[in-house]
């Protein structure tokens, strides 16, 4: 993973988790829905100030949840919607960069289909038996959206700063879902060579 964002929010996040532990981790995972769509249309409407200020806001609190879920205690439930909400706050995000304008349709749908290729394939991985996948691919989930993060600052200086980051996305996202498949083919591979010669 490219940032390492979940690496160190974990222990910067922990006081505040602790202090707000009684607040329902769904309830934060929904609130970083709320403002997943808050950056659409701050992306229709072009206004920069509140993109910035919007994907700060989804990104805090998709690392405050799994703090706070970590500390009540996970949950199926809390893991599905955590999941799936990402998912639907990713197409939110990532339309509204396309539909804003800030860059082609062509690469947008690059990153659309590599973001969520690269959730299914960590999911279906885990679910066929390998524990965690978290740290293996170049840009995952908790990546993508700092990434933006970074470039919709640059696009105070940058008018470009969008489209390229959006460019970095597309590729990075989708040789993620590449290095994943790999894996997956040599762990699996493996297994089943195991399992024939016992």
Known sequence: MLLQVKKFSGKLLL??????KRIPANVITSLGLLFAILTF???????LFFIIICLFIT??????????????????????????????GDFFIFTGVILGGYTKIE?????????FLTSYTRAK???????????VGLIERTDRVPILFIGSILQL???????WTMVVLA????????????FAYRKFSNKEEIQKKD
């Open 171 to 182: 590729v990075g996202t989708n040789f993620t879902v590449l290095q994943r498949i790999i």
């Open 157 to 163: 200086w940058f008018s470009t700063s969008f489209w």
């Open 15 to 20: 006081p505040l988790a602790r202090k707000i």
């Open 59 to 88: 990104e805090f609190f998709d690392q405050l949840d799994g703090v706070v879920a970590r500390l009540q205690g996970p949950t199926k439930l809390g893991a599905f919607l955590d999941s799936t909400l990402d998912r639907i």
């Open 41 to 47: 249309f701050s992306f229709i409407f072009n206004i």
């Open 125 to 135: 991985i885990e679910a066929l038996g390998i524990d965690n996948l978290y740290g």
């Open 107 to 115: 690469i947008g749908l690059l990153v659309l289909i590599g973001a």
